[in-house]
């Protein structure tokens, strides 16, 4: 929300300086987002005067001038501008100056061979307008030497707030200037309200959807002349970002920043018959003013005629009933639209606008007769023109509500004791009425204060006015004695995954815990689906951690990253048979890129593999306290998780054959392709790790046992088995290490051989089993003896000994 300094002490009575009034936004809970003076870039420039003209000697459409901008020294100016004369008085720019319309610093030249020093500026390369026909022409009584911007009174600041969405009543300067007003730092002018005359009848208009606009007011106005509006509104327009338009189009844009109350224009010679605000039939179309044709439907509130859609309710007018110069009979519309009905299609349609940002916050529906006043004033003072009565459909919620509250309640919630009669001022000043006679008050909230619904309410709004500053520092009591530990065993789960995810080279994720359904739909699509999300990329609840993490990744890949390593530790949510949600702890990896990049070392870039993720799994796992040993390789379920990888390129871990751990593998080309990633990306590798799954050991005592080194050394033995191809590595190493608990302490496959000399669906794998003697050293005897125990138990998974 922005507004200069003079458009708020409109409605603002104070001296309070700039500093003073911007300091009180952020303390009051409208936080300053910036503050610019247009004044600065133009401080430079100065008023000067053409006191010699002539040719330029080289150039028959250049004149040559001498300028006094008051240093003492004439500038010599070579400029083509048509009406530069002698005696013109102007604004120029020295050598030096930043000019803000092309956007370049000046700098001495030489313009066919003639030296130039500085230029006189024309208004759009002030930036102050579309004229550059000629340069500026200023009063012969201006005084020569000043600065341009005092001179022409363009100090008045532009404040940037940024506006919660429950602060429906900021979205006008005014509801503002009665905040700072309620803070002690002004007080707030009287509104006026013109009176309009008028006559005949009013304009056919009525509402069908009385819950989608349950309001419809209008009045016509007959004999208007649409052209430019006054400087003084083009100035403020401009000044908070609005392209000034036309008279009308301005007069319903000022209106709505000025008081928050959005109104639209229709030329009635473009209408046929009266307009209805209705629902909309599906499939009906606009063609809004943004140039952009809309598809309607049922749920949607529309205003339109007897023969099409003019407007799309309470966020955009359509572009047939606009006005335009040659309009000469306009209908104002003045209407109050239901917030959710607006969000809703703001939305489904994925636009947005001023208005729609009032309405779905919630506007004043009690401000439906007076905004209509104030907009037709406006139109009958700029345009001429004689307005008609009111034409008043149906009728805004303005019911009075009460809330019963106790002055005391503020020291008890809100921790700030404030007197009773300064807490009863506060909030007269903010408009609330208080019937103070008995306690509890009786306070009726103001009609433009959606937000506020019961005593809670009110000591918020004690606290933000009196200053959250003021609420006194209390420690929160704590027990004698040393602090005892408060993490539960899965935050401490949690900790440590993430911590080793980080040592071990990863980059920490935090995405939204909200995907599109396009994302979700290589997930399975999400079981939840939000019914008022933030937007319609934000709707479903994911079903798995990927979908940010590849987009994270993509991003990055995209803006010239060769290598990405992401994490993150997060929920996904599901639904159970009952219908309840569920939240999975869960952790998800996405290595994408170059795994080790080109160098003249090791040639060629090399890409990440499922190997290399596999190992990070395993090395979380191991850290969040799964029982890595006991693990078992499965091929991903296509009906669990596993329809989102690679056939042949992926696996699962799993505590027993149903409880899947940890996913892991190379992305499938066709989510891959969905998430945008092409194939100079490579391979993209992902895991999951379901933390929900791994067994937590109770909380115990945080101290290690002793470490007793062995007495005796370790000695190895190799072994190479022939298995069938389909045999998984990881089931033959569980099965050599199960042949003899007691003395084999490790097994590892260190070789993986197919080709000559193996038959065909065989595999060599090369077995190095570490053993470890306990309180003697192994005789030949015991070493055959584990030996055959080792042949035997491979042999149970059909596997040989190679001769």
Known sequence: MKFTLSWLKEHLDTDASLAQITDRLTAIGLELEGVENPADVLRPFKVARVIEAGPHPNADKLRLLKVDDGSGTPWQVVCGAPNARQGLVGVFGPPGTYVPGPAFTLKPAKIRDVESFGMMCSYRELEMGEGHDGIIELPQDAPVGTSFADYAGLDDPVIDVSVTPNKQDCMGVRGIARDLAASGIGTLKPLVIADVARVGAGPDVRTDDADGCPAFYGCTVKGVTNGAAPDWMQARLKAVGQKPISTLVDITNYVMIDLGRPLHVYDIGTLSGGLVARKAKDGEEVLALNGKTYTLDASMTVIADAVQVHDIGGIMGGEHSGVAETTTDVLIECAYFDPEHIARTGQKLMLTSDARQRFERGVDPAFLDDGLAIATAYVTQLCSGTASEITRAGAAPAEPRTVSYDPAYCAALGGIDVAADEQKAILERLGFGIDSSATPWTITVPTWRRDVAGKADIVEEVVRITGIDAIPSTPLPRLPGVARPTASPAQLQERRVRRLAAARGLNEAVNWSFISEKEAAPFGGGDWTLANPISEDLKVMRPSLLPGLLSAAKRNLDRGAGSVLLFEIGRRYFKAEDGTSIERATLGIVLAGDKISRDWRSGKAQAFTAHDVKAEVLALLDAAGAPAAKLMDFAPDAAGPGNHYHPGQAATLRLGPKNVLAAYGTLHPGTAKAFGFKPVHGAVM????????????????????????????????DFAFLVDAGVPAGDLVRAVKGADKKHIT??????????????????????????????????DEELKAIADAIVKAAAKLGAELRG
């Open 686 to 717: 992902v895991a999951e790790l379901f933390l929900d799954g791994i067994p937590l050991k109770p909380r115990g005592s945080a101290m290690r046992e002793a470490f007793a080194p062995p007495a005796l050394q370790a000695v190895t033995r």
């Open 746 to 779: 490790d097994a590892r496959v260190f070789d993986s051989f197919a080709g000559t000399g193996v038959p065909e669906g065989k595999l060599s794998l090369a077995i190095e089993v570490t053993l470890q003697p306990v309180d003697k050293s192994f005789a």
